[in-house]
């Protein structure tokens, strides 16, 4: 089976030829034709032979190893080539756009023939073609930029039935006729809706996501099937591109372990998630403090001041250190809850109250795969 970057390679050629035949055949019968909007379907087909070309250096240029200026590689350059063809499609759809008005403004006589509706006709079998085929290879790679291609492909074989509608529309009408500028409005505008929609969807992998439900509570789940392993915690996984991550992990274990005992946990989950999801993890352990009375207690008198706090998503890494007389603990608070701060100063003072000889220390988590459970 060809690897991911050769598949979205040759896919993303195929992509270019079949645009340079398209605008090839356009620009001949839309000179001839003097129509516009046949000329702006052919200029259209140049902007998708530049986002096919964007693909290809944005693939090649994402595959590159870890450098000691980039050590986690280079994969995010894939949603940038993704935001890239995105921005090519936007300036389809405003072309498209200010064309159709300014048709509207100035029409021009056109001069349409039976040759003139057979090419616009085989354009938009091309154009579906190259849509379908475009979508199954980004199925295949899971490839965003391809998947982008494919939307843009459909768009304009949208775009070239309307060119071929109107045309048929004025052909028929011996001119009296003329929708051209109308229909390429409104086609401007479903090809600007499919730009924002993929570039929001690039630009929020580029600022980065929550990792998918599945794959979270899956690898909580075989963590939590480890000898030993009591609790799973504060797991983050930062995105490198397709597959790649580098994350962390706290889990939780009886404080009794000895290190030899919790080196053999930290290789197991490290050896399971790196050949299994392809995810570099680094593991944190949480002492499960209660084997001692007091402990018991206190994390008991701690679980009943939360009850008061809905806004408390979780508390983990409980531990009270009696020598140091600390109580120490981690919160996750919802994200949208906003007096943060309150609520902390709250539970922190009533457990002061509760334990007046004990340092309270709260440590603020984030919700990063909290919400997955």
Do not use: W
Not at 49 to 57: F, G, H, R
Not at 322 to 349: A, P, T
């Amino acid at each position: 089976m060809e690897n991911r970057e050769k598949v979205i390679i040759k896919t993303s050629f195929v992509g270019i030829i079949g645009n340079i035949l398209l605008v090839i055949g356009k620009a001949i019968v839309g000179l001839l034709a003097s129509s516009i909007s046949i000329i702006l379907d052919a200029v259209n087909n140049l902007t998708d032979t530049l986002s096919s070309i964007i693909t290809i250096v944005g693939t090649k240029l994402s595959t590159k190893k870890p450098d000691k200026k980039h050590p986690y590689g280079h994969g995010r350059l894939e949603y940038v080539t993704s935001t890239l063809v995105s921005v090519v499609i936007l300036f389809a759809g405003f072309l498209a756009i200010y064309e159709s008005i300014k048709t509207l403004i100035s029409p021009e006589d056109t001069k349409y023939d039976v040759y003139s509706f057979i090419v616009i006709g085989i354009a938009i079998v091309g154009k579906i073609a190259l849509g379908i085929f475009f979508r199954i290879r980004a199925k295949k790679t899971d490839s965003d930029a391809l998947k982008a291609s494919g939307i843009d492909a459909l768009m304009d074989a949208l775009l070239s039935t309307s060119t071929l509608i109107a045309a048929l529309i004025t052909y028929f009408t011996n001119g009296s006729v003329k929708i051209e500028g109308y229909v390429g409005i409104l086609i401007g505008l479903f090809i600007l809706k499919s730009g924002i929609e993929i570039m929001r969807d690039s630009i929020s992998k580029i600022v980065g996501e929550r990792v998918d439900n599945e794959t979270i509570n899956l690898i909580k789940k075989d963590i939590l099937e480890l000898e030993n392993v009591k609790g799973v915690y504060d797991l983050i996984l930062n995105n490198y591109g397709k597959d790649r991550y580098i994350g962390s992990v706290h889990v939780e274990v009886d404080d009794h372990l000895r290190a030899g005992e919790l080196q053999i946990i930290e290789r197991q989950i490290a050896t399971i998630c790196y050949e299994k999801y392809n995810i570099i993890m680094t593991v944190g352990f949480y002492a499960l403090n209660e084997s001692d009375p007091f402990s018991k207690e206190a994390k008991i008198a701690l679980r009943n001041i939360l009850k008061d706090h809905k806004e408390v998503l979780q508390m983990h890494g409980f531990y009270v250190d009696k020598d140091r007389k600390i109580i120490s603990f981690d919160l996750i608070f919802d994200f949208s809850f906003e007096k943060v701060n309150d609520s902390y100063n709250d539970i922190k003072q009533k457990m002061k109250g509760t334990y007046p000889e004990y340092e309270i220390v709260i440590i603020i988590d984030k919700d990063f795969s909290l919400s997955s459970e």
